[in-house]
């Protein structure tokens, strides 16, 4: 029986667990990760031979995920199946446009469909002579013992709960993927009711809704931060400075202290060929250097994950593309090849995320055809507001110029894995700024600065 190995995506440990289960039923070896990021490092060393993709996970979900695997000419030929809540046409024209080789529905997966689905991709483990390939073989319900769910839910909801705690401390702009992790386990709640926990996911349910509530708070307080963008850009702008010096610090200290604990580690492997007792003593003394060693190395890890998360936060406030020009321009160019030139030189190990929004303006259509700017002091309601497709949207918001796409193609020579440059787009679907109530009163000019200031690119830093 030739061997098959499949890579399963999905923030979600009890849903992992339960897929990861079912493939292994069909004798198809599974390797797990928990994010978009954890994927692409993943596929920098393994081949699998097909993937399993949730959608709605923190960081980049499963669209921008499938999106920067497709674009890779060495993994574009893996099928990836979307393992997912999400239902309707829409969706599923959506996973198939930008390349899923199908969609599969997360609850009540029955073995007889994912069995259907690998045949049709032809990705079932090829069985022995003889053996009827219209009888499968018999499959046990792929769900875990109750205490084990239990286990996993408690544990998922653990994490859900610092993040939340961690975003309301730090004032993070995380409220939309949060909320989409509690609607999502939420929905798993009700799915696992059948697996008679009725009361136990009732009750991890009600902590689920005092999280959303949370939300809500942290969502009206981040509003009143927002007033004052020149001043928060200021202090953004110093603290990454700040961040960076202690980067560099930390790394120096940690090379000198390298250096001392191996020149220490020595006279002390020396000392215990003298007495027992001194032996002992050195023994104790080399454990505390190994742990002021880790604990080091572990502020150093912190230090730059705040420091990537501002750099990105800070590209981001400069991004900014006039309307009817490409997101990905020169100056981004410039800018992209600047920041990951001396990310390299750090020995950086990840992904820069650049990802569009595109502002819906206020616009009128000329004799030609061709699409301008309304006159500032023309009402809105004698305009066109922008409104456009999903299809025009992904056309618009992936637009490059020739300079952008060459310093791409470069910096994927000069860095080779260790950088991933991944290109994405939100369309108009993520305003930064809300919209004015139109009014009969509302001019073109007030409609457009918000469109001006809601078109941007944004962009993680996300290490592997």
């Not at 109750?146 to 702009?173: G, P, Y």
């Not at 260790?418 to 004015?436: C, M, V």
Request: with cysteine.
């Amino acid at each position: 029986m030739s061997e098959k190995l499949a890579l399963v995506v999905d923030d979600s440990r009890m849903a992992r667990v339960v897929l990861s289960k079912m493939l292994s039923e069909q004798h198809i070896s599974v390797d797990q990760v928990e994010s978009g990021e954890e994927a692409l490092g993943y596929l920098c060393d393994h081949r699998p031979d097909m993937i399993f993709m949730d959608h709605t996970m923190p960081g980049m979900d499963g669209f921008q995920t499938l999106r920067a695997i497709r674009n890779d000419p060495k993994h574009a030929h893996i099928p990836i199946m979307m393992y997912t809540s999400k239902e309707g046409e829409v969706f599923v024209s959506q996973a198939r446009a930008l390349g899923a080789a199908a969609v599969i529905p997360k609850k009540k997966l029955r073995a007889e469909q994912l069995v259907r689905v690998l045949e049709g991709q032809n990705l079932l483990p090829k069985r022995a002579t003889g053996a009827d390939s219209s009888t499968y073989p018999p499959i046990s319900p792929a769900i875990p013992p109750e205490n084990k769910i239990v286990d996993l839910l408690e544990d998922d909801l653990h994490e859900v709960t610092k993040a939340v705690e961690n975003s309301i401390r730090h004032r993070t702009s995380a409220d939309t993927p949060l909320r989409r992790m509690l609607h999502e386990y939420r929905d798993q709640l009700s799915h696992d009711r059948r697996a008679d926990l009725s009361d136990t996911a009732l009750r991890i349910e009600e902590k689920l809704l005092h999280l959303d509530a949370r939300l809500d708070q942290m969502q009206s307080e981040q509003l009143a931060e927002t007033s004052h963008p020149h001043l928060r850009n200021h202090w953004v702008g110093i603290i990454a400075l700040s961040l960076l010096a202690t980067s560099l610090w930390l790394g120096s200290q940690l090379a000198t202290k390298n250096n001392r604990e191996e020149a220490r580690k020595i006279a002390i492997a020396q000392e215990t060929t003298s007495a027992t007792s001194q032996n002992a003593q050195a023994q104790e003394r080399i454990t505390a250097l190994d742990r002021e060693n880790r604990e080091l190395v572990s502020q150093q890890k912190k230090v730059n994950t705040q420091l990537y998360s501002l750099l990105g936060t800070t590209l981001s406030q400069q991004t900014a593309f006039a309307f009817g020009t490409p997101p990905f321009n020169n100056q981004l160019a410039e800018r992209l090849d600047e920041i990951a030139g001396q990310l390299y030189v750090l020995g950086f190990r990840g992904a820069i995320i650049l990802r569009s929004h595109l502002g819906k303006y206020c616009t009128k259509t000329r004799s030609n055809g061709e699409t301008s700017l309304a006159d500032a002091k023309a009402l809105v309601s004698s305009c066109e507001i922008n409104e456009i497709s999903r299809t025009t949207a992904d056309e618009r918001g992936m637009a490059q110029t020739n300079a952008f796409r060459s310093t791409v193609s470069s910096l994927s020579t000069r860095v080779g894995d260790h950088i991933k440059i991944i290109l994405d787009t939100a369309g108009t679907e993520e305003s930064l700024h809300p919209y004015p109530e139109l009014s009969d009163a509302l001019k073109a000019g007030e409609w457009n600065q918000i469109a001006d200031q809601n078109q941007r690119v944004e962009v993680k830093i996300n290490s592997f």
